[in-house]
């Protein structure tokens, strides 16, 4: 076995991409998570307490799925959309009618957005109440509301997609909500005007709305992630009860 | 845990519930990734295009007289009961040339189609005999539909000895 | 879908038990919630497959391979999407992956999804698809889905007869297409019916307020009449166009009560005469006045129940449902006799705008007629006790505000209300009308319990609302509607919603509109003439017509059929356009053994080029072409074809001017040839000698001129369509008849007034 593994390990070509040795002593397992672009993200060590599933219900890491989740189907769903108003509602159907697993593509990116909205809520409850919002860790639950706001312009964005009833007249309520903005007729109009691109709803709300949501929001959410990560390791990793009274292991 | 030098030798009362349930649990997951990308694939491979179809009906047989028929919808030549076929035998090729696309027209006194644009000629087999055309002009399956009608499949090129009969 | 969603909920509720009861089995979950996604994905890959038109491609493949013998080899079937792309109509249709043998017409008796679709005239699925006539959803592959049969889709697959409703988004109005009757009836009943007297309709107008001018009651009507009918105009005629308004004793008293009063005051400003009262009768006169109403074509455009229906079978059903003219059975209940002498002596000078023609009745003859209709009546029409009170100022101004309200005037001239009208909603657009628009009110919740049940959006379709509507116009806000009832047959709210829904903006690329050509425009609106004016009634005509004619034929038995008015099949073929002008605008004698007169209907000049058109287009024929100049004309020839005309004896029928032979039934008459050289084309004259018999079957000319058969190469005879040896037109013996026809021809070109009054004196003189 030894050999097979030395085969394998020991050579150039693993040292070259994975830069340490077999994970099967100490140094070479925390190497693992220093060397690894994905796993640094993890701290090298953790607080005992913070392993617990109550700590965190794990809603954090369950956003980042769902993230991760909506780009993969959004990315295959952009293979058959196009954002063209005669187009649009036909190549939702078509999805749903003509494209196999079209279906199953659309629902898992429709119920993920929801669970998105959902979860981010949980989350930021879950922070609220056990106090992990407070001193060093404030910048990053205002990071963490910004990420909210993001995830419900993407949630509206895409909204407008499938370019139905549902779809036109939830983005007519929303274009009345921004018109309002004080003062109404300079700020509101405004607004309003460059978030539809015109005075009503067609091809330039649309083309906006879409470019928005397939670049433009997920490009600054997933940048803002990177920030939120880099914020709990660098704010000393999950939040716990005042380090005083309990020991570090 | 260990080191790798002193690994224990494999046996069933090591090989735990623990063990067997993560082992079952992570193929499933494997197979469900499995899944997500035999999905993926088969999503990525369209069910209906929106190009003019390939595969098309034209009119029924006895509707095109013995000769060279120009079928101009779709860009073919109906060849029926000349050139070494019987009163009841049909081709088709194509009247797209091969050079720059232009519609070869039929010449009935020469036996032969000759281009417009670049005087490419081609004889009765579809065959280039002048002009600038780099390559035959292709026959298409001809086979009768359900309903009768002649079904031509531009998917499936022939060689100029093929023949419909009915 | 809901299945895998309600899965996944329960997955993390499961989780999130798990957590909050601190279980420590985490392997076990892993394994659990492993297994639970793993299902759900390969079940999602077994899932795609189960198509939901799979069961019909099965069961067709089943009958291709019944078809074919039973040899699966010898089927070429793939199943999938069968779909039909049109990027110049922006649509893709999907019908055919279930209805997969509308082209094969072996399929042409199965049953649905597989029934072969007739071809019509030259609208092949390969350019149009499906949806652009018969709606629904194309891209749709389920059968809710795709039938329109689901929320928030308006436009549902169109049953049948409302496909109709969908030609005249590439066709013009009027057209009358091939399978196309159903909307052409719509379209007649529309305008007929008045329709437009309150729904406004863009590019559309009245050309005459449809109803009659109610400013000239007093004169025209018995007043204890009037009650009874806007009551229950049914009662008094069951196929009147009248709607019940479903008015209360009180609202007819005063309605009545304005009528009589305005027209008072009109009639004393216009200072004619009083026509109240009865003209003077006697037995002769009654006896005469029927017998002229019987004859001179009064049952052209009336019924009356003294007429005796000869030939049921030869009548329109759709005219004897509803006259164009008012039946006359109990007329003599409504009508003051006076007024009636008048009315038929100069209808448009009681009633400028009518379309009541002019027979040319003499004083006596108007007298016999009115004595005659005065006493038709039964007095059983129910005269409701509600005599209008003009002198009570206070119901008067209540009937006014109640003429308003049900907007009389839109129909009806009306003293006091001249150019008014108060319009109901529009219907431009109707046929595009949001669902959320259909103002269903108090059926709306009935509908929808009915629609779940049948599983159906009937209470979201425009053409539903519509037949609704016409069936029981108030049915849906009993209180505050005021659509009256007009008692349409089934077809006729089937005609009519087709035409109503028919009323949408055109969606269709400009290259896909047809336009009229100018004969067909010509034909177009000389129908409408022929409707407006009901020449129809008496004249044969226009076998392509939406409604058939000639009705006044059926009246004429047997041998009196050559009493009828003449068919008209062929007249621009045989006439002059000039002169068929001149006609219409001042009929002459010309068939003078006739009863039945041909009436004048003064129409304007534009009216009558349009009649003259359309016998034109109707054979296809070039307009100013058609004379022939009696000075270029060889007088030899001429001088041949008079004697031709002596040896075969042809005025032993034709007349030749104006007198009648007495000795001769009305059968052995043949008409004027005098009137040949300003009446007829030349063309027409050649043709007609040729072969009377083929031309007109059944004519009393014989033929004179004999043709050789035409002969093929074997020496057989040659046959046309239907069976009959074609004849030899240019070899020798043609010739030689062609000959003598052109000089028959020429003489009658040249032959004038005065001429034929020279022969006719020499040949009755030479009788004696």
């Known amino acids: 076995m030894s050999r097979v593994a030395d085969l394998l390990f020991a050579n150039r070509v693993w040292k070259s991409v994975f830069r340490h040795g077999y994970p099967s002593n100490p140094r070479n397992r925390a190497e693992v998570m220093f060397q690894n672009v994905f796993l640094h993200i993890q701290s090298v060590k953790v607080f005992k307490r913070s392993l617990k599933v109550s700590a965190t219900f794990g809603l954090g890491l369950i956003l980042a799925y769902l993230f991760l989740l909506l780009t993969l189907t959004g990315f295959l769903l952009m293979f058959y959309y196009v954002p063209e108003v005669h187009r649009a509602y036909a190549d939702m159907k078509d999805l749903e009618f003509a494209v196999s697993f079209g279906v199953v593509l659309r629902n898992m990116h429709r119920w993920a957005a929801h669970a998105m909205v959902l979860f981010t809520f949980l989350h930021m409850a879950r922070v609220f109440f056990t106090g992990a919002y407070k001193a060093p860790r404030e910048f990053n639950w205002v990071i963490g509301i910004i990420l909210l706001i993001i995830t419900l312009f993407l949630s509206l964005s895409g909204y407008l997609l499938p370019w139905d009833q549902l779809a036109y007249w939830a983005i007519t309520i929303v274009s009345n909500l921004i018109r309002t903005t004080p003062p109404a007729d300079i700020m509101g109009a405004g607004a309003s005007y460059l978030v539809l691109g015109g005075t009503q709803i067609g091809q330039n709300t649309l083309i906006r709305f879409y470019v928005m949501h397939v670049f433009g929001l997920p490009a600054i959410c997933g940048l803002l992630m990177v920030v939120h990560f880099w914020r709990i390791r660098k704010d000393g990793g999950l939040a716990r009860p005042d380090e005083s009274n309990i020991p570090l292991r | 845990m260990s080191d790798h030098t002193v690994e224990p030798e494999f046996s069933y009362d090591q090989f735990s519930r623990r063990d067997f349930f993560t082992l079952v649990g992570g193929v499933a997951m494997a197979g469900t990734f499995g899944a997500a990308l035999v999905g993926s694939f088969r999503y990525m491979w369209p069910n209906v295009l929106y190009e003019p179809p390939k595969r098309y009906k034209i009119g029924p047989p006895a509707e095109y007289p013995v000769g060279v028929n120009f079928i101009a919808d779709q860009r073919i030549f109906l060849v029926r009961g000349v050139y070494g076929l019987r009163d009841n035998e049909y081709r088709v090729v194509s009247a797209i040339c091969t050079h720059m696309g232009c519609t070869p027209k039929w010449v009935q006194k020469d036996d032969r189609w000759e281009c417009p644009c670049h005087g490419s000629q081609f004889n009765t087999l579809g065959v280039k005999v002048a002009g600038p055309a780099p390559r035959p002009l292709p026959w298409y399956e001809v086979t009768v539909g359900n309903d009768g009608r002649l079904v031509v499949d531009q998917n499936k090129v022939v060689t100029a000895d093929y023949k419909l009969s009915i | 879908m809901s299945t895998s969603v309600g899965i996944v909920l329960a997955i993390v509720v499961l989780a999130v038990i798990a957590v909050l009861l601190k279980v420590k089995a985490w392997r076990p979950l892993f394994l659990f919630t492993g297994l639970v996604v793993f299902a759900l994905f390969w079940g999602q890959v077994v899932k795609d497959q189960a198509h939901p038109y799979n069961p019909y491609q099965e069961a067709y493949k089943q009958l291709l391979i019944e078809l074919a013998g039973g040899d699966p080899a010898k089927v070429y079937f793939k199943p999938g999407i069968v779909q039909r792309y049109l990027p110049t109509l922006d649509r893709t249709d999907r019908c055919e992956t279930c209805h997969l043998a509308v082209e094969d017409p072996r399929f042409k008796d199965a049953p649905q999804p597989f029934t072969f679709h007739p071809e019509i005239s030259n609208h092949p699925p390969d350019k149009f698809g499906c949806t652009v006539c018969h709606e629904g959803v194309g891209i749709s592959v389920d059968l809710q889905g795709a039938h329109g049969h689901r929320e928030n889709w308006r436009n549902p697959v169109l049953n049948k007869e409302l496909v109709q409703s969908r030609c005249v988004q590439c066709h013009e109005r009027g057209a009358s297409l091939e399978g196309g009757s159903l909307y052409a009836r719509g379209e007649i009943l529309f305008d007929r019916v008045g329709c437009l007297g309150c729904h406004p309709v863009k590019g559309q107008q009245l050309e005459r307020l449809p109803g009659p001018d109610l400013r000239m009651i007093p004169n025209k009507m018995q007043l204890d009449w009037l009650a009874g009918w806007l009551k229950d105009p049914g009662s008094y005629l069951k196929k009147t166009y009248m709607p019940n308004f479903g008015l209360s ?139 209008p009170e003009p002198d009570n100022a206070a119901l008067v101004e209540r009937g006014k505000e109640r003429i308003e309200w049900f907007n009389c005037s839109g129909c009806h001239p009306i003293a006091g209300f001249e150019g008014r009208a108060f319009y109901g909603p529009e219907l431009t657009f109707e046929g595009d009308k949001q669902y959320f628009r259909l103002a269903f009110e108090e059926k709306k919740e009935e509908m929808i319990e009915l629609d779940e049940e049948e599983g159906v959006q009937s209470h979201r379709y425009v053409a539903n609302f519509v037949r609704m509507k016409l069936e029981d116009p108030r049915q849906f806000q009993p209180a505050l509607l005021k659509m009256p009832d007009f008692h349409f047959s089934q077809e006729e709210v089937e005609a ?110 534009s009216e009558v080029e349009t009649l003259s058109d359309y016998f034109i287009a109707l054979e296809d024929k070039d307009h100013p072409f058609y004379g022939v100049d009696p000075g270029h004309l060889d007088p030899v020839s001429v001088a041949k074809g008079k004697k031709l005309l002596m040896s075969f004896k042809c005025l032993k029928c034709h007349v030749l001017g104006e007198e009648i032979p007495k000795d001769k039934s009305p059968n052995e008459l043949a008409p004027n040839l005098a009137l040949g050289k300003t009446r007829l084309r030349p063309a027409w004259i050649d043709e007609w000698l040729t072969d009377p018999q083929g031309f007109q079957p059944g004519t009393r000319m014989p033929n004179f001129f004999f043709f050789d058969e035409l002969e093929d190469e074997n020496g057989d005879e040659v046959l046309d369509a239907n069976g009959n040896p074609k004849l030899d037109y240019t070899n020798e013996t043609a010739e030689a008849n062609f000959v003598q026809i052109r000089q028959i021809r020429d003489y009658l070109m040249t032959l004038n007034a005065a001429e034929a009054r020279r022969m006719w004196d020499k040949l009755s003189g030479g009788a004696q």
Request: some cysteine; hydrophobic content about 35%.
């Open chain 3, 249 to 387: 004793d009180d609202d007819v008293k005063a309605i009545t009560s304005y009528l009589v009063a305005s027209a008072r005051d009109y009639l004393a400003k216009q200072g004619g005469d009083n026509l109240t009262g009865d003209v003077a009768t006697s037995a002769a006169k009654v006896a005469k006045g029927k017998e002229l109403v019987l004859s001179v074509g009064c049952l052209g455009c009336h019924n009356i129940d003294d007429a005796t229906v000869v030939d049921e079978a030869g009548l329109d059903p759709s005219v004897r449902e509803r006259n164009f003219g008012p039946d006359l059975s109990r007329v003599g209940d409504k009508l003051n006799g006076r007024w009636i002498q008048q009315w038929v002596l100069n209808p448009k000078g009681q009633d400028p705008k009518t379309t009541m023609p002019d027979l040319r009745l003499s004083e006596t003859e108007a007298e016999a007629i009115a004595a005659y209709l005065q006493q038709k009546g039964d007095g059983t029409v129910t005269k409701v006790d509600l005599a």
């Open chain 3, 496 to 605: 009519l919603t087709v035409y109503v829904t028919s009323l949408k903006k055109r969606v269709y690329p400009a290259a896909f509109h047809v336009e009229m050509d100018q004969q067909r425009q010509a034909i177009s609106r000389g129908r409408e003439m022929f409707a407006r004016y009901n020449c129809r009634g008496c004249h044969e005509i226009d076998p392509g017509a939406p409604r058939s004619s000639g009705h006044l034929r059926a009246y004429y038995a047997g041998e009196d059929k050559a009493l009828a008015p003449p068919v008209l099949h062929g007249e621009g073929r045989k006439v002059q356009p000039l002169w068929v002008q001149g006609f219409i605008q001042k009929p002459i004698t010309l068939r003078p053994w006739l009863t039945v007169r041909m009436p004048t209907f003064g129409l304007s000049d």
